[in-house]
């Protein structure tokens, strides 16, 4: 064994934010070139990629070794008192032997950035005390504690911390850990292995592994650039020894040719370490029904009383099939708690007038509609619960609920309450295309006009790569051939390209457990922030069997809410978007003119054009409409409009015509391609969607199988054999292109739901439209013109008048208030005889303007009525909160204009009459 084999057991991966750059694909494909059978991964202080690397080296049949390099407090994690990054903590390398030693590491490494936390997220000796079963720990690289300590001379200081470590682990599952790149200093390597000697311990050989190849070093050396703001030729910057790469066995033997048995101790300890991940197992918390029914009853009862509400005392029996068939397949797979939860929370929304509501394929199912999960009926609509869950597999289902913006957080802080362990999920942003280029430019020391200009040559797309962009756009491959500064930042580019940058809360994630999350997920909290995190990104959090839902907080829903809130407080009416005829011919005249801004989906310039030729005059228009306007299906946008306005068109079956009569023939959504695979060729609607899969991915086999089956049931149909090849070329055609209509028809909804509040109520419409946008300017600018357009003013800012938010406002009509509106333009709370109002622009949209400021303010006016002027005002309003800034903002945006004097004498004089207030 002494002269053959070595596995690396300290290596960073990309998971160690630019700081390793080394992707698992690429790491277990050179490990095969080596002929290494096992690996280790040890980022720093996370377990980000711990589950990625599992399944992708336990494909490739390479034993993982799954670890961390840890951060150690000298002291209490607690204690923050240390001064810089470099005396916060030492290294130190924990591999887990075994399922307690990989539950053991979920918990450390979530304590050292929900306790420890400083610089890094450090543990302690105390945690590692309490948490070391089935861990093996090794001292680390150069910066952990015994050699920080030989380093400094001090062999007794060594001495004890090794003592320390030796006390937590036992002999058997600690090891001095040796090292030796080119830069490091010999001596302390030799007085590490002294060390062992005098105290009986074994040996370990590592290589701090950062880059794969040896080739790797420049691109790593801009990697580490980009994180610490340095050039890439900067004397001072963080400097890696050159051969941190993936060593093979034979260079790492003769390295330690020496002490050959730190070597054999690599092969030693994976021998040791084999854990083994239960990825089938599922951890979703159990609702416990009040009634002290079962999950799957209460369920049950809970949909059929939702059927009578939706349909009527008397269930037809069409409702009742469909909804026995859903919940026999729903509760047969054990996910009647999880559609229990998601009712839950939305009827806790409900009771709190917090508007929510299921997006994407969640709302094709009729137990979604009777729980009120979407006021979507699937049946009026020809929605199918096979797009949603394929019976035949066990995945956990995926409702995607939209929240009203506003409401999000106190519909997380119930969940939390109510289940206890919840946390938001973390998502890893890489380095795309365009952005690496940026980077490397910056880090090279290239121009920026330079940069931008090379970054704009890459086309816009989601896949796009550097590669794909060479071969796509001529300018940048005769760049790329003509120009070395060019090759050369493309070439660094293409060796980073795709790897992980920084960690960021996903928008929506949210992850749901009845035990402590830590028992299955390692938690991450990001620096200055109290949101717990996961640190496994959403598939992966859902490959362990965890609960995750998307709460999905959709401005849209919070401006209908704030607008109906506005007519029921100035107006006295309620309106009930949800039971609104979709019918309305002159809602439907706003989409046909295309005066869609403001509408949610509508709003593009594209979107506008494509509306003024369609002229649609019903739902089903919008929901197309939606379906359409994408990359892909936009080539069918001229046969549908054609279409509607009379061409003629054929198809040559009756079922397709049945099927695709609400389209003129064009298959639009997946549920249509669905209903003619399962109605025409005889394939079950959970295989049909299967076959859409397939076709959008190229599958060739699945096609071509599924093509025969098609057409023999289309021969039994009556069709000849030539047709049903026909249709399916059809499929074929079509079938990548569909669109979910469940998601669709849920967006055409709200998209009405908007137009419906701006053809009706423009006012309180737009107020709260510019309140949600009130942090973009552009489009505030944007809808305040379109405002203008329809005849509605939006007026300056008012320091009696305007509020936190956009305001309306309505001029008093009756003879009363002649005589004030002659004297100062008064507006009051409308009612019938109140002609057209106005917006009153809100004092936190005035830029430098916040919103304790104003809050500060409307306390005082609330108290003292009306401020008659400057002065008046700077002696009543806190002017701590209402600072210079503040007050010289408002000045500038007109909101003391009606208390008398001009802008300029007020800019003149604010600071005296500040100076004036402040000695009251």
């Given amino acids: 064994m002494s002269d053959k084999g070595f596995t690396h057991l300290h290596l960073h991966s990309q998971y160690s934010l630019l700081d390793g750059a080394i992707a698992f694909d690429g790491l ?36 993982p070794i799954i670890g961390i390099e840890a951060y150690v407090a000298p002291g209490s994690r607690f204690d923050r008192t240390k001064t810089t990054i470099a005396d916060a903590a030492y290294h130190l390398i924990l591999l887990a032997e075994n399922n307690a030693g990989y539950q053991n590491l979920l918990k450390l490494t979530s304590a050292g950035y929900t306790e420890g936390f400083y610089y890094r997220p450090r543990i302690d000796k105390e945690l590692l005390a309490e948490l070391n079963e089935g861990l093996i720990a090794t001292s680390a690289c150069l910066k952990g504690e015994i050699a920080v300590q030989l380093a400094r001379g001090d062999e007794k200081a060594a001495r004890l911390a090794a003592e320390s470590y030796l006390k937590i682990f036992g002999p058997d599952r600690f090891f001095i850990e040796v090292q030796n790149h080119e830069d490091d200093d010999p001596n302390v390597r030799q007085t590490l292995i002294d060390l062992a000697e005098k105290m009986g311990l074994p040996l370990v050989a590592t290589n701090d592994v950062h880059f794969l190849q040896e080739d790797d070093y420049e691109a790593h050396n801009c990697l580490c650039c980009i994180s610490t703001g340095k050039n890439a030729d900067d004397a001072g910057r963080m400097i890696y020894p050159k051969d941190v790469f993936l060593k093979s066995p034979e260079q790492m033997r003769q390295l330690f040719a020496e002490t050959c048995e730190a070597c054999d101790n690599t092969l ?30 209460f369920l049950t009862g809970l949909c059929y009383e939702g059927a009578k509400q939706r349909y009527g005392k008397n269930i037809p029996s069409q409702i009742k099939v469909r909804l026995d068939r859903e919940l026999d397949v729903i509760e047969s797979k054990g996910f009647a708690s999880y559609f229990l939860i998601v009712w839950d929370f939305c009827k806790y929304a409900h009771e709190n007038n917090i508007p929510v509501g299921a997006r994407g394929s969640a709302v094709g199912t009729l137990v979604g509609y009777c729980l009120r999960l979407c006021d979507v009926d699937p049946i009026r609509y020809d929605l199918l619960f096979e797009r949603f869950m394929d019976p035949e597999r066990n995945e956990m289902p995926d409702v995607d609920i939209d929240i009203c913006q506003a409401g999000r957080a106190k519909i997380l802080d119930y969940v939390r309450q109510k289940y206890g362990h919840v946390a938001q999920i973390i998502t890893v942003g890489t380095m795309n295309a365009r952005a690496v280029i940026r980077d490397i430019c910056r880090v090279l020391g290239v121009p920026l006009a330079e940069a931008d200009r090379l970054a704009k040559l890459v086309p816009f797309s989601l896949d796009m790569t550097l590669d794909k962009a060479l071969k796509a756009e001529p300018q940048l491959k005769q760049d790329y051939e003509k120009s070395e500064q060019t090759r050369k930042v493309i070439d660094i580019c293409k060796r980073l390209e795709g790897l992980a940058r920084h960690a960021s809360v996903h928008a929506a994630g949210v992850v749901i457990a009845d035990e402590p999350l830590t028992n299955f ?3 991450y909290k990001a620096s200055g922030s109290d949101d717990i995190i996961t640190q496994y990104e959403g598939p992966m959090v859902e490959k362990i069997g965890l609960l995750k839902m998307d709460f999905l907080g959709l401005k849209t829903l919070s401006v209908l809410e704030r607008a109906c809130r506005l007519v029921k407080d100035i107006h006295g009416e309620t309106i009930d978007l949800e039971k609104l005829e979709l019918t309305d011919a002159s809602v439907f005249r706003i989409f046909s003119s295309g005066k869609t801004k403001g509408v949610f989906q509508f709003e593009s310039a594209g979107m506008q054009n494509l509306l003024m030729k369609m002229k649609p005059d019903r739902i089903e228009d919008l929901i197309a409409a939606n379906a359409l306007f994408r990359p892909g299906p936009m080539i069918l946008i001229p046969d549908y409009v054609d279409r509607k306005h009379g061409a003629k068109w054929t198809l040559p079956h009756p079922i397709m015509k049945e099927i695709l009569d609400e389209t003129y023939g064009i298959m639009v959504y997946q549920e249509q391609v669905m209903r003619i695979c399962f109605s025409l060729g005889d394939i079950p609607l959970r295989e049909a969607y299967g076959l859409i899969k397939a076709i959008s991915k190229k599958k060739a086999r699945t096609i071509a199988k599924e ?34 209509k469940s998601h669709s028809t ?44 329809m005849a509605i003013e939006v007026q300056a800012p008012d320091i009696n008048e305007s509020g936190v938010d956009f305001t309306p406002l309505y001029k008093k009509r009756d003879a009363s208030c002649v005589e004030n509106e002659k004297q100062d333009t008064q507006y009051a709370i409308r009612n019938t005889q109140y002609e057209n109002g106005v917006i009153r622009f809100g004092l936190a949209a005035v830029k430098g303007v916040g919103e304790k400021a104003v809050e500060q303010i409307i306390a005082a006016r609330r108290e003292i009525g009306r401020f008659q002027s ?51």
């Fill in 28 to 63: 277990l494909k050179r490990c095969k070139e080596l002929e290494m059978d096992a690996v280790a991964v040890t980022d720093h202080g996370n377990m980000f990629g711990a589950v990625e690397f599992y399944t992708k080296a336990m494909a490739a049949h390479i034993k």
């Fill in 268 to 297: 030693a300890i994976v021998r040791r370490c084999n854990v083994e991940l239960d990825l089938k197992k599922r951890h979703a918390p159990r609702f416990k029904p009040p009634d002290g029914s079962s999950p799957e009853e």
């Fill in 521 to 523: 997920v390692p938690l």
């Fill in 707 to 740: 093509r025969e089956r098609f057409i023999a049931g289309c021969v039994d149909k009556g069709l000849t054999s030539r047709q049903a090849q026909q249709i399916f070329e059809l499929i074929e055609r079509f079938a990548g292109y569909g669109f979910n």
């Fill in 746 to 789: 849920r967006y055409a909804i709200i998209a009405y739901q908007t137009a419906y509040m701006k053809t009706h109520w423009p006012v309180e419409f737009m107020a709260a439209l510019l309140t949600y946008e009130m942090g973009n300017t552009d489009n505030v600018v944007e809808y305040i013109t379109e405002f203008r357009e």
């Fill in 870 to 920: 400057l002065f008046h005002f700077c002696e009543n309003v806190d002017l701590r909160a209402a600072n210079k800034q503040v007050i010289e903002a408002l000045i500038k945006a007109g909101a003391f204009d009606r208390l008398g004097g001009n802008r300029a004498q007020m800019m003149a004089s604010f600071e005296n009459a500040m100076q004036v207030g402040a000695g009251l």
